[in-house]
Each structure stands twice: as structure tokens, then as C-alpha cells.
């Protein structure tokens, strides 16, 4: 069977430095009939669960921790049977949400997760958040980026363990530098694709964070 992807949408708030704010999350389901990856955990683990169905569920991926990516994580990998993966350098901001156990595995840049017959690598690219990591499907032409780059520019840097230099290092070395008709789904909002996004690299250096 060939592999497609979803997108499912689910609701909450985002809350970091004292603040909360009302978002929107993405949820990304790469697969076929049979089994699936979920890359990001957010709001809502029923709804994520109703949208997999029976699937095998090989792995829920995370972009990164922020609250708003992973308050449904532990919910939807224990309903699953899935581990989670997350970079380690995000743990500071896991055990934000919780603190008394940490995700199930470490993801590094370049490992690669299989599945229906294809395979996602990791990319780590730091500067929303220090372990944030992106996930590129080659077959499809696809990168899935979470918050580090979105329809319009960098994910934001100007709250706690974030960097916006950083953020442009990883999107010019990480990002940039994939096939310029790569679709580039984000953890928020619209998709957009490198060939689009390319051109205004020194117009969001000149605009800062």
C-alpha cells in the first residue's frame, strides 16, 4: 500500500514564561492502511487516537517539547504502545510537563525511521528551541518542521532556551539546502516549501526575531 500523509489539527494552549496563549497544532500521520508514525503529540491524544484508528503505530516523533507539542504525548504513546522520541536537549523543557519521567528514546540528527516501506530522518536544528528537529521524507519531498520554520520565516526565539541566530544557522544549513519544491509542513498553520521560503533568508536576518 503507499504511503500517504494526514493532517489532523487539534486545539489548546501554548504556556512558557508566564504566559499562555490560545493555539492551533498540527499533527502530521505518515503511513499506509496497515501502520504509522505521528510526528507531534499535542492537545487532544482522543482525537489523535480516533484519526489513527487500528493502525500499528511505530513511533511518536516530536518536533520538540513546548507544552503545545507534547501535553497529550505520554496519553497517546501509552494508548498506542508507541515510544516517543525527542532530542535531549529539549529535556529541560519536558520536564516542564513531566517531571517525573522522561520520553521513551533519544532522537539524534540523521537517524532514520522506517515506515510503509519508506524512511524519515531526523535533522536537528536547534534555535527555537535547543533540540528541535525536523523530519524529512525524501519519497515525498517533504520536510515536516515543526516550529523552526513556517510560511513567512523562523519559528519564534524570543522566549527561554531559544536562539534566533541559531535558528538561522539550522534553516540555512538544514533546510535551505534541500530540493527547492520540498513541501514544508509546520507545527502551525499552512504549509509553505523551500523554494518559497529561500529567497527572504537576509530579509529575516535584517528583521530579527
Given at each position: 500500500m503507499a504511503l500517504r500523509i494526514e493532517q489532523l489539527v487539534t486545539s489548546g494552549t501554548f504556556s512558557l514564561d508566564g504566559g499562555s496563549w490560545d493555539v492551533e497544532n498540527n499533527v502530521w500521520v505518515i503511513g499506509d492502511d496497515e501502520e504509522?508514525?505521528?510526528i507531534d503529540a499535542p492537545h487532544d491524544a482522543a482525537a489523535i487516537l480516533e484519526h489513527v484508528g487500528d493502525r500499528r503505530v511505530k513511533a511518536v516523533l516530536l518536533t520538540h517539547a513546548h507544552n503545545d507539542h507534547i501535553d497529550a504525548a505520554d496519553a497517546l504513546a501509552a494508548a498506542v504502545?508507541?515510544?516517543?522520541?525527542l532530542h535531549p536537549?529539549?529535556?529541560?523543557?519536558w520536564d516542564l510537563v513531566y517531571p517525573e519521567a522522561?520520553?521513551?528514546r533519544d532522537v539524534a540528527d540523521g537517524d532514520v525511521f522506517e515506515v510503509a516501506g519508506e524512511s524519515l530522518r531526523a535533522l536537528h536544528t536547534p534555535g527555537h528551541s535547543p533540540g528541535s528537529t525536523c523530519y524529512y521524507l525524501p519519497v515525498e519531498g517533504?520536510?515536516?518542521t515543526g516550529d523552526t520554520l513556517f510560511r513567512g520565516g523562523p519559528g519564534a526565539t524570543g522566549r527561554s532556551y531559544s536562539d534566533f541566530p541559531t535558528i538561522i544557522d539550522s534553516i540555512r544549513s538544514k533546510?535551505?539546502?534541500l530540493p527547492e519544491d520540498t513541501v514544508v509542513r509546520t507545527g502551525h498553520g499552512d504549509s509553505t516549501s523551500i523554494g518559497e521560503e529561500k529567497p527572504h533568508l537576509d530579509e529575516w536576518i535584517s528583521r530579527g526575531r
Open positions: 504509522c508514525i505521528i504502545h508507541a515510544p516517543t522520541y536537549a529539549d529535556r529541560v523543557l522522561g520520553p521513551a517533504t520536510v515536516f533546510l535551505l539546502t
